[in-house]
């Protein structure tokens, strides 16, 4: 099947930045988009950043000039650089790809999370 691995996640001071990478493996024909999703202690899972094959890229009104999506079709990572942090943005930021897997079914994969806090 398709898994995805996230890592970068850690302790970082408010204005700070982070850099989240993920990594999917197995048996992919292809991937069309890939993203990050976030879930704060007591809160609903909330959209963070998309980007679609080709490049385009679509974020959450609050990370917005913040943050930035990129990918790399090639290797099947797709990466989220996080700029001037706030403490707001503490939570488990998850990966998410929407694959074809080799036998050509299309399903949404999800990673198991990375933790980012954002603290003085």
């Known amino acids: 099947q398709v898994q995805l691995v996230e890592s970068g996640g850690g302790l970082v001071q408010p204005g700070g930045s982070l850099r989240l990478s993920c990594a999917a493996s197995g048996s992919i024909f292809s991937i069309n988009a890939m993203g990050w999703y976030r879930q704060a202690p007591g809160k609903q899972r909330e959209f963070v950043a998309r980007i679609i094959s080709g490049g385009l890229t679509i974020y959450a009104d609050s990370v917005k000039g913040r943050f930035t999506i990129s990918r790399d079709n090639a290797k099947n990572t797709v990466a989220l650089q996080m700029n001037s942090l706030k403490p707001e943005d503490t939570a488990v930021y998850y990966c998410?790809?929407?694959?074809?897997?080799?036998?050509?079914?299309?399903?949404?994969?999800w990673g198991q999370g990375t933790q980012v806090t954002v603290s003085s």
């Open positions: 998410n790809a929407a694959v074809t897997n080799t036998a050509r079914a299309s399903f949404d994969s």
